[in-house]
């Protein structure tokens, strides 16, 4: 490679056509999961989410509609129960919120759009961790015959992709056993396979009223420290049967969608997640960030360093403006 003066990076910067021709990467609607909110209720604003609400499942549809007409491929949806218990045995009431969402969705859309659904207990226990307590720490073994049957509820009800996010040991592997034994083997599996015990999901658990009662969650969700054990977390998780790996949340692991990315064939998804959205919302409501401009360049780096599919509360606002 020659050096200036022969050389000129800057040549190839110099108008948005040549810009254009040489740009690396762009996100478009194909890379996109919109996650959304549902409960029984009317639909309601989440405070810490500009933008972001609780649909009633009427509402719901609605917006479903509206993203189908935008392009994008698929949905994640997480509900919000009237009532919890000790168990989180509302998870799995098949006339429960998220079941009755997806029937609704299903035969409405039929396969227009991917049914994601986000499989964990935190949003359906009265104490707000991830799986059944024992002596007041999460029961992992306890924990992993909940979760299959929140699973099976799920699928009966017409999820394309089962997504669980509670990071119990064992449980891609009991979710995969459950659904192909019931008749569910051509369901997508996403594994929430790194995932962080993150300050970032904090309006998430406002939105979903899914913080923990008492403690944390670091004895079940990773200590952000560590890349060698995602890297663990990755291949456990691909030998037990995920379909698609995930990282969460993205932005401040980029390095570890690019490891994962590198030294795993699967599809690698990244979870940009609640409070990475609210930072960008709460910056531009002051007017100190332009949020077409940051929503973009974040949207890239997720996927410049090796994601393959963006969960993002993104998405509708972004494919509004690539289809102005
Ligand atoms: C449920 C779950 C959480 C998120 C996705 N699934 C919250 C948590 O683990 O506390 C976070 C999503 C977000 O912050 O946008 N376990």
Redesign the pocket.
């Known amino acids: 490679m020659s050096s200036y003066p022969v050389s000129r990076p800057r040549r190839l910067r110099a108008s948005e056509n040549i810009r254009r021709l040489v740009r690396e990467t762009q996100v478009t609607q194909d890379d996109l999961i919109q996650?959304l909110f549902v409960h029984a209720h009317e639909t309601s604003p989440i405070p810490s989410m500009p933008g972001v609400f609780r649909f009633s499942v009427d509402n719901l549809l609605k917006e479903v509609e509206e993203l189908i007409r935008l392009g994008v491929p698929g949905i994640i949806l997480?509900g919000i129960p009237d009532t919890k218990d000790e168990i989180g045995s509302e998870a799995w009431n098949v006339d429960g919120i998220v079941p009755t969402a997806l029937r609704r969705l299903k035969t409405t859309f039929s396969d227009q759009i991917l049914l994601v659904a986000?499989v964990?207990?935190?949003?359906y226990t009265s104490h707000g961790h991830?799986g059944a307590l024992r002596d007041g720490c999460v029961d992992n073994d306890a924990t992993l015959p909940l979760l299959t049957r929140i699973s099976l509820a799920y699928a009966e009800a017409g999820a394309d992709i089962i997504a669980p996010?509670?990071?119990m040991d064992g449980r891609i592997g009991a979710i995969r056993k459950a659904l192909d034994t019931n008749g569910f083997s051509s369901r997508i599996l996403m594994s929430?396979a790194i995932?962080h015990a993150?300050a970032?999901?904090?309006?998430?658990?406002e939105?979903?009223d899914?913080?923990?009662q008492f403690g944390d969650?670091k004895s079940y969700?990773m200590d952000s420290s560590n890349s060698r054990e995602a890297m663990k977390e990755a291949e456990l998780d691909l030998q037990e049967g995920a379909d698609i790996l995930m990282v969460?949340?993205a932005l401040p692991n980029l390095d570890l969608i690019y490891q994962a990315r590198q030294s795993c064939h699967l599809p690698i998804a990244a979870?940009n997640?609640?409070?990475?959205?609210s930072m960008i919302k709460a910056a531009v409501a002051n007017g100190w960030l332009d949020e077409e401009k940051t929503v973009t360049e974040t949207l890239i780096a997720i996927k410049r360093a090796g994601a393959d599919i963006i969960l993002t509360?993104h998405a509708k606002d972004y494919l509004t403006w690539m289809n102005r």
Do not use: H, N, T, W
């Open positions: 996650p997480f986000d964990c207990l935190c949003e991830c996010s509670d990071m929430y995932k993150s970032f999901y904090g309006p998430f658990r939105a979903a899914s913080a923990p969650r969700q969460k949340p979870y997640v609640s409070g990475e959205y509360y």
